[in-house]
């Protein structure tokens, strides 16, 4: 069964330095979003993103993050310049289309410290 | 601010019984529902959609919707100690706007 895979699993980074979180979605899926969960918290929307660009964004997603899609199968969040506030597990989630299911990845989950 | 409300519980519930769990939301243009489950350190898991009003049964799962009322529900039953976890209401406007929307989840527990 398809499913959407993300690496890594885990990341730990410094304070202040860049990190790439990578996802590979679904392959008919046209849609692709990135939430992120704080511990003990709701998930919470970062991004959408469909016919490569950016359809919708949170107050969340602020200079510091940005998305790609460089090449036809990958999907990746970048954070600039990390801050503590930013340890979280990120999720990616893909969907065909209007009125069909969001799927989601296993999660990166990163840790800054 | 579209929200989406659930009981965060715990919700404790004997084995074999029958668990309900209840949403509610905001924006009356939602066209699209689903239940998610949660294991703790897990990523959301679907178990249902429903995209009219009534309900939709798949295997014990039955899911509810009423947009008169902005309310869905998630009934599992013959509850095993396995769907223990966090159950997610998720909501999704069909105009353009293809974001999700979670509530902050129940808690589901078990008890054998």
């Known amino acids: 069964e398809p499913e959407v895979t993300q690496t890594p699993s885990h990341q730990v980074t410094q304070m202040g330095q860049e990190v790439i979180l990578r996802c590979v979605p679904i392959s008919n899926h046209l849609y692709f979003y990135w939430y992120r969960q704080i511990l003990g918290q709701k998930v919470e929307f970062l991004v959408s993103f469909y016919n490569n660009e950016i359809s919708e964004k949170s107050e969340i997603f602020d200079d510091q993050f940005s998305v790609e899609r460089p090449d036809g199968s990958n999907f990746t969040l970048k954070i600039r310049s990390t801050k503590l506030e930013d340890s979280a597990m990120y999720f990616c989630?893909?969907?065909?289309?209007?009125?069909?299911?969001?799927?989601f990845g296993q999660g990166t989950r990163l840790t800054v410290v | 601010q579209k929200e989406v409300e659930q009981n965060s519980g715990p919700l404790s519930v004997p084995e074999g019984a029958i668990a309900s769990l209840n949403c509610t939301y905001s924006?009356?243009?939602?066209?699209?529902f689903f239940w998610y489950r949660q294991y703790s350190g897990k990523s959301p898991e679907l178990i249902m959609s429903?995209?009219?009003?009534g309900d939709k049964e798949d295997g014990r799962f039955t899911a509810q919707l009423n947009k008169a009322s902005q309310y869905v529900s998630l009934l599992i039953r013959d509850s095993q100690p396995s769907d223990s976890a966090t159950y997610l209401c998720a909501v999704k406007e069909n105009f353009g706007n293809e974001k999700l929307t979670f509530g902050t989840g129940t808690r589901l527990t078990i008890i054998p």
């Open positions: 924006d009356r243009g939602s066209q699209s």
């Open positions: 429903i995209y009219s009003n």
């Open positions: 989630a893909s969907f065909r289309g209007m009125n069909t299911e969001a799927f």
